[in-house]
């Protein structure tokens, strides 16, 4: 056995523990948090070495601040475990139940996925909010960060891991893997005969690559390229207040827009209200033919590959449609199938839209930015799923749970 | 492109026709199950050379009697069609929805799932089947049967298309690939771009192919090495009646079961009693030790491998444990997570053996053989999955659904 399988044993044989702990698990939760904070000096000493090497590594100054750990931080990420902690718990809910004709009892409840996977980069704060999440969902968890972040990552794994001890659950309920050669994670992916889920957290390179190559089921996460479509109904006030508060109040994250697509009759009087606002925030505008005949020369020409892109960037694709049914069917060519949004007043135009555009979150005259599990009610999430199999959208503990199905009788045979 | 994924694009473009196409669904539903019957004798006749090619080939009968249609096989595949069509509509359910702080009103409801391949062996009846489940739930459906059915599987397409053109949906809502070279299931699991699921359909070779070589998410069916454990506490008569059932009635399928564990206090007066009755259909046993010195020299020694095996035949290994920890400890090595049952009289074993076994169907005192869509009441099953993402168990057409949130609001941003 390599070191990693025996790590998926050890994960599997923990997991039939966790998975009847009932409120046990909210006890190690607790001590966990009050670990983390207790020993923010190793925490921060460890996070030291990592920013020192990042440094002499060249990382960029928006990497080395996701790397970056202090009291504040590590006292938010233990408020994040008792949050966690504080939620009801996900396992042995009833879902349905009947008595079958036959006189059989048929009960389907929720149990633990069993054992999660995941493979992610350089937030070292994953560490705790992931392994937190699947933990309250009686899920093992068998953790595999960036080399940027392992020796904050490999701290914080070993006080949670002391810390779930003294409650007397299993340390191996959350483990860490220290090799972060690309070797560990291809394993990992291979690793179907323990693993039951792996989620990557990442990057859109990183998520591709997991879902190519890995055996085990994945769940897909985190790809936006959202949109807002302006109907010939919108207020166009409102239009130009959601849309600047869907490109602009956070470019690089995945509920943020990258296009918007705009009725061809309100497009002359749209267009300049969506741009003067835009212009405070300095945002490249790309746009069609129509979209430049409007708005002048300050608009760079859209080719296909704009209405392809996630920026993440202060840069909006712009379209001028001719219908609804046009934004629509733009939308399901170019959409990733994360958030879109129709501007309008118009009673029919949002229904046909919300019915018609298959994306994880529609929305009706809102910013695509709620898109997210605290925003949602869910509490934390474990990211955003932008595919269709188990969970779409966000993704709290109840997504990390699966059933079974209990059926008693007295001697039934068929 | 390529004809495979021209057939993606062509399932994807219909899928969003299909996915709000409303009770056109079931019209056309009705119209294949009335075309399938106006055309027996053009399905008999494909079917025919299929039949007569399998003989050349050397199939060997028990497959020629799957392949083989009839009159009356044929009227109980349009049957079965026309159960599903009087199904509820699994779409548009409102899964949960309320008013958030801000006001935004938020509601889950059930969608299709989009596009899904089918890859399945050469049993024809699944070609009608799995495509009526697939549309009922709004589903676009590529088919990919064996070589061995390809003109019975060509014929009810091209019969199922037509039908549903007449209803005014897309031909394209069910598609068959001509091409039965290993190249094209090949090349279906990597049309990531267009299906959102894949699911196998057939022996174990064939769905751990697709499990380890897919880039589509997969839903794993149908391996069950299924247990019978006989408590202390059992009334040792009904659990003979369980046992036979459950390894007679019908030995080939998934939810017979391939071992069982018998408590060592009631192994002396049990076994004798199960092999009384296993021996009138002549099922071999292989046991333990203890087996063996309670049930004499008939018994063949069981290895490590026994119990790992799905006999699919008249075998059953048998292991006499200390206690219920031994035996579901056994069940958590060596179960595929089908379908597993406890016979007993005793309150807390029932309860420890419902709560501690992480199976599918966790039975008390009823055969396993029950794990059945239709035993269930979920109508007709596309399959058993046997993983915990997205559905566990008997599969129906509410596990073909994925979900989306609407959110409606009033120039909310964030």
Redesign the interface.
Known sequence: MTVIEKMGACAKEAS?TL??AGSLKDKALYAIADALENNIDKIVKANEIDIKAGRENGLTESLIDRLYLDDKRIKGMADGVRKVAAMSDPIGKVIRG?K?PNG?K?TQVT?P??VIGIIFEARPNVTADAAALCLKAGNTVILRGGKEAINSNTAVSDIMRSAIAQTGLPADCIQLIKDTTRASSTELMQL?EYL??LIPRGGAGLIRAV??NS?V???ETGVGNCHVYVDSEA?LD?AA??I???KT?RPSVCNAIETILVHKTVAETALPKIKEKLDTKNVEIRGCEITKAVLGDSVVTADETDYETEFGDYILACKVVDTIDDAIAHI?KYSSGHSDCIVTNDYNN?NKF???V??????????T???DGG???FGAEIGIST????A??PMGVNELT?????????????
Chains 1, 2 share one sequence.
Not at 358 to 367: L, Q
Not at 402 to 414: A, D, L, P, Y
């Open positions: 039939r998975a009847v009947n079958l059989l048929f149990v996925l069993g179907s039951d889920v879902v190519e055996k089921p994945v769940i207020d409102m207040e959601i600047f508060n869907a109040s399901a949002a919300t019915s018609e298959d994306s994880a979150a529609v929305y009706v005259n809102a910013s930015r709620f898109t925003e949602f009610g595919q269709k199999l188990h779409r959208g699966s059933s079974k199905f209990i059926v008693e009788g007295n001697g039934q045979v068929r």
